[in-house]
């Protein structure tokens, strides 16, 4: 079993930054993709990001140059970082670890979930 729980979330104003930061328990965290994922009021779960064991970034196309992801397997914890931060950049995010496997958008693939933090960017 792993626990994952994220941490950083906040109020920023646009064009602002912050660091999300998802913390895991688990002695095999560095066999996991992980993925972050946002989700806005009344909208869907959308995928933002992923990081492969290896170090290999993905992201969705209204966060690449601005967010980056990246992991400490010694801390067992991942980072996002969050640059340039919009309104619509409002939601909040979650982190997923995926046990085998590899990269995946899709939430249904993902078998660990944080309980998420919230991430506000005021215009």
């Known amino acids: 079993q792993v626990q994952l729980v994220e941490s950083g979330g906040g109020l920023v104003q646009a064009g602002g930054a912050l660091r999300l930061s998802c913390a895991a328990s688990?002695?095999?965290?560095?066999?996991?993709?992980m993925g972050w994922f946002r989700q806005a009021p009344g909208q869907e779960r959308e995928f933002v990001g992923l990081?492969?064991?290896?170090?290999?970034?993905y992201y969705v196309n209204s966060v690449k140059g601005r967010f980056t992801i990246s992991r400490d397997n010694a801390k067992n914890t991942v980072y996002l970082q969050m640059n340039s931060l919009k309104p619509e950049d409002t939601a909040v995010y979650y982190c997923?670890?995926?046990?085998?496997?590899?990269?995946?958008?899709?939430?249904?693939?993902?078998?660990?979930w944080g309980p998420g933090t919230q991430v506000t960017v005021s215009s």
């Open positions: 997923a670890g995926r046990n085998g496997g590899g990269s995946s958008s899709r939430q249904t693939d993902y078998d660990y």
């Open positions: 688990g002695r095999t965290f560095s066999d996991y993709v």
């Open positions: 990081i492969t064991w290896s170090g290999s970034t």
